[in-house]
């Protein structure tokens, strides 16, 4: 997912002209025609600041934006940029179901709920920033022999192995480790839906007291989002989205209720979804 922030300079002359929305337009090239139309944006009298997300972005997408309006058509398109990526467990169309809202007009907002919902399940897991949707992409680290059979992994997961190599002098110098003489452990890790803790190393050797090792491969819980981690990050994107519409107060008085109270902490269900995901030290 990619989020494209959008700047109007002047809102107020660009309505007085006629415009009315926001037209995204992506291409895969910098240079590219941009005919793709991913959607449009609504002009806000006021409001200068605008975001849309593309569902189905990547980093290989480039972005323009025109305006358009009934009367005056389509504006020249905008300069080529780049969006960001968005790393969120849950998407503001779950969240909107979710409290049975049908408008997509608090989409830009539901979306920043959605990362905060998931950066506070990161936080609460332990496994570390997005494990639940690691991109699948190697990552080099580095980790040190203990004289044992396993090379403990503890500060997340590991979800596949490209290479292992020992390194060998200070300058950094590696000896690759032979993909035969190692495999995933917990053994059955991987077969149960969880990730690698760690290494084995086969038959009668250990991965050696004080020795480095390069270990490079995929980190992290997940490719995609466990259903209940995507659950967890509906009810607290959610809750924080209800509460951020009544100024984060601790209580809202309504005229059939009398007064509400809100709980200023981690919902018991969500709590007891998330202990089942919850980084175990090794």
């Known amino acids: 997912m990619i989020k494209v922030e959008i700047t109007v300079e002047d809102i107020t002359t660009i309505l007085a002209q006629g415009y009315t929305l926001i037209r995204v337009y992506s291409d895969t090239s910098e240079s590219g025609t941009f005919t793709t139309l991913e959607g449009t944006v609504a002009l806000v009298a006021g409001t200068d600041a605008y975001s849309f997300v593309d569902t189905d972005g990547t980093t290989a997408l480039w972005y323009k934006v025109a305006y358009y309006g009934a009367g005056p058509g389509e504006s020249n398109k905008s300069e080529v940029q780049q969006g960001g990526t968005l790393d969120a467990y849950c998407t503001p169309l779950e969240i909107r179901d979710a409290i049975e809202k049908t408008s997509g007009a608090s989409d830009a907002v539901l979306w920043d709920w959605a990362v905060t919902a998931s950066k506070a399940i990161d936080a609460y897991?332990?496994?570390?920033?997005?494990?639940?949707?690691?991109?699948?992409?190697?990552?080099?680290?580095?980790?040190?022999?203990?004289?044992?059979?396993?090379?403990?992994?503890?500060?997340?997961?590991?979800?596949?192995?490209?290479?292992?190599?020992?390194?060998?002098t200070v300058a950094g110098a590696t000896s690759v480790v032979d993909s035969d003489y190692y495999r995933l452990w917990p053994f059955n890790a991987r077969a149960m839906g969880k990730p690698a803790r760690g290494l084995w190393y086969k038959g009668a050797g250990c991965w050696g007291a004080g020795i480095e090792y390069q270990v490079v491969g995929q980190y992290g819980y997940a490719t995609t989002p466990p259903e209940l981690i995507t659950r967890a990050a509906v009810v607290i994107g959610a809750r924080l989205f209800q509460r951020g519409r009544q100024g984060f107060q601790d209580s809202a008085a309504t005229p059939d209720l009398g007064r509400m109270f809100y709980t200023k902490q981690l919902d018991p269900e969500v709590k007891l979804w998330l202990d089942g995901f919850a980084r175990l030290p090794v």
């Open 125 to 168: 897991c332990q496994w570390g920033t997005g494990a639940f949707a690691a991109d699948g992409e190697d990552e080099t680290r580095v980790y040190m022999g203990a004289g044992y059979e396993t090379l403990l992994i503890p500060e997340t997961g590991l979800l596949a192995v490209t290479s292992v190599a020992q390194i060998t």
